[in-house]
């Protein structure tokens, strides 16, 4: 059984950083696509950012370019989001997922693994 869970979350003011951490248990991370989304309150939910397989192909959001970060850690199989100068717009329950694809600037809602979320909330 895959079971995919999320920590680092919490509240924050405006400009600070938070690191999300992703844990898989079940699910090599190594050589699947991973990715972050997240839903926003009373929104739809949204990529973040992708990683291919093969770590040659990453895919951000606008809202996440030039502040988050995705990463992995294939020995640990553990998955990253490093986000900076976080904004209230950033406020939101951010979820890790695996077994999917991004490309062409595209994080389709389609992966197969997906964590329980994690809640990210900033003030201003």
């Known amino acids: 059984q895959v079971q995919l869970v999320e920590s680092g979350g919490g509240t924050v003011q405006a400009g600070e950083s938070l690191t999300l951490s992703c844990t898989s248990y079940?699910?090599?991370?190594?050589?699947?696509?991973v990715a972050w989304f997240r839903q926003p309150p009373g929104k739809m939910r949204e990529g973040l950012a992708c990683?291919?397989?093969?770590?040659?192909?990453?895919v951000y959001r606008d809202a996440a370019k030039g502040r988050f970060t995705i990463s992995r850690d294939a020995a640990k199989n553990m998955l990253y989001l490093e986000m900076n100068d976080l904004k209230p717009d950033d406020t939101a329950i951010y979820y890790c997922?695996?077994?999917?694809?991004?490309?062409?600037?595209?994080?389709?809602?389609?992966?197969?693994?997906w964590g329980q979320g994690t809640q990210v909330a900033v003030s201003s």
């Open positions: 997922a695996a077994g999917g694809w991004c490309g062409k600037g595209r994080i389709p809602d389609r992966f197969n693994y």
């Open positions: 990683l291919s397989g093969d770590d040659d192909g990453v």
């Open positions: 079940g699910l090599t991370l190594g050589p699947t696509y």
